[in-house]
């Protein structure tokens, strides 16, 4: 009787959360959520120079954010022919305070976090929140190597949120334009959630 060959075992997840590249208004520390604007000259450059870091990986899913300066970076990076579109990788939705600076909205609201107080007529910090941890399920369903590329705030939410930590955590977690980190599980221990690297830059 013929057997058939043993199944191969898939590839363990390791998720390449990627920031999009520089912009006008993340040069300039406006707040950008659903303002859908485009990579700067630079932006453009730092995403083509993301291409050697992940050259010789087979990704099995490749996510992007909705928004224009996401699936540019995708697409510089070589993966735009396989990126498919995951609304839940959006920006945080900073409502009233779009296109504000930090200091801006303070001026108007002293003491304001956006981690405890979110954002009028924009996203809170629990919806944040709901939004990260179904998308973590999402992604732990999946193997081997997945690029997803995302934002600044959101990204950090996901990272803090694959690890088990309140949203307060994204204030310790930095993340540049056209940097990336490694999410994944440790291999000691499957069952913990691990970032394995984070905030690289290409030198």
Same mark, same amino acid.
């Given at each position: 009787? *013929?057997?058939?060959?043993?199944?191969?075992?898939?590839?363990?997840?390791?998720?390449?959360? @990627?920031?999009?590249?520089?912009?006008?208004?993340?040069?300039?520390g406006?707040? #950008?959520?659903?303002?859908?604007?485009?990579?700067t +000259?630079?932006?453009?450059?730092?995403?083509?120079?993301?291409?050697?870091?992940?050259?010789?990986?087979?990704?099995?899913?490749?996510?992007?954010?909705?928004?224009?300066?996401?699936?540019?970076t995708?697409?510089? =990076?070589?993966?735009?022919?396989?990126?498919? =579109?995951?609304?839940?990788?959006?920006?945080w939705?900073?409502?009233?305070y779009?296109?504000?600076?930090? @200091?801006?909205?303070?001026?108007?609201? +002293?003491? &304001?976090?956006?981690?405890?107080?979110?954002?009028p007529?924009?996203e809170?910090?629990?919806?944040?929140?709901?939004r990260?941890?179904r998308?973590?399920? *999402? !992604?732990?369903?999946?193997?081997?190597?997945?690029?997803?590329?995302?934002?600044?705030?959101?990204?950090?939410?996901?990272?803090?949120? &694959?690890?088990?930590?309140?949203?307060?955590?994204?204030?310790? !977690?930095?993340?540049? #334009?056209?940097?990336?980190? @490694?999410?994944?599980?440790?291999?000691?221990h499957?069952?913990?959630?691990?970032?394995?690297? &984070?905030?690289?830059?290409?030198?």
């Open positions: 009787m *013929k057997t058939s060959a043993p199944r191969e075992p898939d590839a363990p997840l390791q998720i390449y959360l @990627v920031r999009h590249g520089q912009t006008e208004w993340s040069l300039s406006q707040h #950008t959520g659903r303002t859908d604007i485009a990579l +000259p630079q932006g453009e450059d730092e995403a083509r120079a993301l291409q050697p870091s992940f050259r010789g990986l087979t990704f099995s899913h490749v996510l992007t954010s909705p928004r224009q300066r996401a699936r540019q995708a697409a510089l =990076v070589g993966l735009g022919a396989q990126a498919a =579109v995951e609304p839940d990788l959006a920006e939705d900073y409502g009233d779009d296109g504000l600076r930090s @200091v801006e909205i303070r001026a108007m609201r +002293p003491g &304001w976090n956006i981690v405890r107080d979110g954002c007529n924009g809170s910090p629990a919806q944040i929140t709901a990260a941890d998308l973590a399920a *999402k !992604l732990s369903a999946l193997s081997g190597p997945v690029a997803v590329f995302t934002h600044g705030h959101f990204g950090r939410c996901l990272a803090a949120r &694959w690890i088990g930590l309140d949203l307060t955590a994204v204030q310790n !977690l930095l993340l540049g #334009t056209a940097c990336y980190g @490694v999410l994944g599980y440790d291999p000691g499957p069952e913990n959630r691990v970032i394995a690297r &984070w905030n690289i830059a290409v030198a």
